[in-house]
């Protein structure tokens, strides 16, 4: 099973400020690595697919980058609306898994 | 609009069954995979099962492997999770995702709210 990492698990940061949150994998994933945001006591949403391609409909401000075991999440420019927990999520191989989870708070 | 209704979710005594269903809409149920995830209170998101778009190919957890089987009704556009030897280690709010693909496996682009299941 592959394992997925994230850090930090809680970020509180001002409004405006840039966050940037990791997943690493246990093993190469190729871009199969998938970013989601669940804000509190909604379900998840789809922001970055295969590791960079943002979803419809996602504010530009949300962007992913990286491929094989390393990648990343940035928020330019947190805003009030964007507290939730960010997840990653491997479909490479089976059984699919998912990181964690990285708390974004507001300061 | 896409949209994902589950249902039958409930509270149950460990080692009885439960039958989950999701009910889609709005958009075309058999050009897509379909998945089940879940989330323990408090917890994080837990892959649990997943279903080609003709049924063809079938993946479980290994934490549900033999007592979860997944299976789809494409003409009446629903997706359903038999539940079978449950274990309060199974107590979760359960999500019908959309993968945004059919034959293969991605990205899951729709959720519904979710259906509760308590084991105890």
């Known amino acids: 099973e592959i394992v997925l990492t994230q850090s930090p698990d809680f970020q509180s940061v001002t409004p405006k400020e840039k966050v940037t949150i990791t997943c690493r994998a246990s093993?190469?994933?190729?871009?199969?690595l998938h970013w989601y945001q669940q804000k509190p006591g909604q379900s998840p949403k789809l922001l970055i697919k295969?590791?960079?391609q943002s979803f419809s409909g996602v504010p530009s401000r949300f962007s992913g980058s990286g491929s094989g075991t390393d990648f990343t999440l940035t928020i330019n420019g947190l805003e009030a609306e964007d507290v939730a927990t960010y997840y990653c999520?491997?479909?490479?191989?089976?059984?699919?898994?998912f990181g964690p989870g990285t708390k974004v708070d507001i300061k | 609009e896409a949209q994902l209704v589950e249902s039958g979710g409930g509270v149950v005594q460990p080692g009885r069954s439960l039958r989950l269903s999701c009910e889609a809409s709005?958009?075309?149920?058999?050009?897509?995979?379909m998945h089940w995830v879940r989330q323990a209170p408090g917890k994080g998101l837990e892959w649990v099962s997943g279903i080609s778009w003709n049924s063809a190919g079938v993946e479980y957890a290994d934490s549900v492997k033999g007592r979860f089987t997944i299976s789809r009704d494409n003409a009446r556009g629903s997706l359903f999770l038999q539940m079978n030897g449950l274990r309060p280690e199974d107590t979760a709010l359960y999500y019908c995702?959309?993968?945004?693909?059919?034959?293969?496996?991605?990205?899951?682009?729709?959720w519904g709210q979710g259906t509760m299941v308590a084991v105890s």
């Open positions: 093993q190469s994933i190729d871009t199969s």
């Open positions: 295969y590791a960079s």
């Open positions: 999520h491997q479909s490479r191989n089976l059984p699919f898994t």
């Open positions: 995702a959309k993968d945004t693909a059919f034959s293969s496996y991605a990205s899951f682009d729709v």
């Open positions: 709005g958009f075309t149920f058999d050009d897509y995979a």
